[in-house]
């Protein structure tokens, strides 16, 4: 699978393993594969399936992935690297530079249709515990599905949202505040990896359990 992304550069989207669980969660793939899985209906290779698929997720595991120390410790880390990188984002105007060009170019942002294809299971079930409220549908046309006219609907984001910046934007900031937008964005990008692994390792171990 992939995307047009940025206006002509193409990224490849793998499928994450954890739509395996939805077996583990009561849910049959409709072949009986683990890439025929599906939630009801609903395809796990569309969005509506994973949303669906992490609130299922959420209902079962929410409270006791909460009460984990190390997944606390990992979510507030996340919470701590989130604020650092949008203050870095604000302050050297790139929030500002991606909200104008969203408006103003003909294409839109890179925030366009089919960003979304990278969001996956894992991390809209840690926007869940974040206590994010995931819409169910998009809510711009053209634009990725979790983009809304006051910017990203998802407080966790994918690395690629974090870390990506166009040419043109990091020609206007040049080196230095290149790095240190690198610096800002390590604690997010870091802990949301490794809060990933820790709950997927969790509700892996909570399946098997008798």
């Known amino acids: ?4 992304f940025n206006r002509g550069c193409w990224v490849e989207s793998t499928e994450n393993g954890w739509n395996v669980l939805a077996t ?7 072949d009986g594969t683990i890439e025929g899985a599906s939630v009801g209906s609903r395809s796990l290779r569309t969005m509506e399936g994973r949303i669906v698929l992490a609130r299922l997720l959420m209902d079962k595991f929410g409270r006791r992935l909460l009460a984990e120390k190390t997944i606390q410790i990992l979510m507030s880390r996340l919470n701590r690297g989130i604020s650092v990188s949008h203050e870095a984002m604000r302050d050297l105007g790139v929030s500002g530079a991606c909200a104008l060009c969203d408006e103003k170019e003909p294409e839109g942002s890179c925030c366009s249709t089919g960003l979304e294809n990278k969001i996956e299971t894992p991390l809209l079930l840690i926007n869940l515990l974040l206590g994010v409220k995931i819409q169910r549908t998009g809510q711009r046309k053209g634009s990725c ?3 809304s006219r006051h910017g ?3 407080k966790a984001r994918h690395m690629l949202c974090i870390d990506y910046l166009c040419p043109p934007l990091e020609r206007q900031l040049g080196a230095k505040n290149l790095v240190r937008m690198q610096m800002a964005t390590e604690e997010e990008i870091q ?3 490794l809060l990933e692994e820790e709950i997927g390792a969790r509700i892996s171990l909570w399946l098997r359990a008798p």
């Not at 699978?1 to 047009?4: A, E, I, P």
């Not at 583990?24 to 409709?30: A, D, M």
């Open 1 to 4: 699978m992939s995307f047009k």
């Open 24 to 30: 583990g969660c009561g849910e049959t793939p409709e």
């Open 145 to 147: 599905f979790f983009l």
């Open 152 to 154: 990203c609907t998802l």
């Open 191 to 193: 802990s949301l990896f």
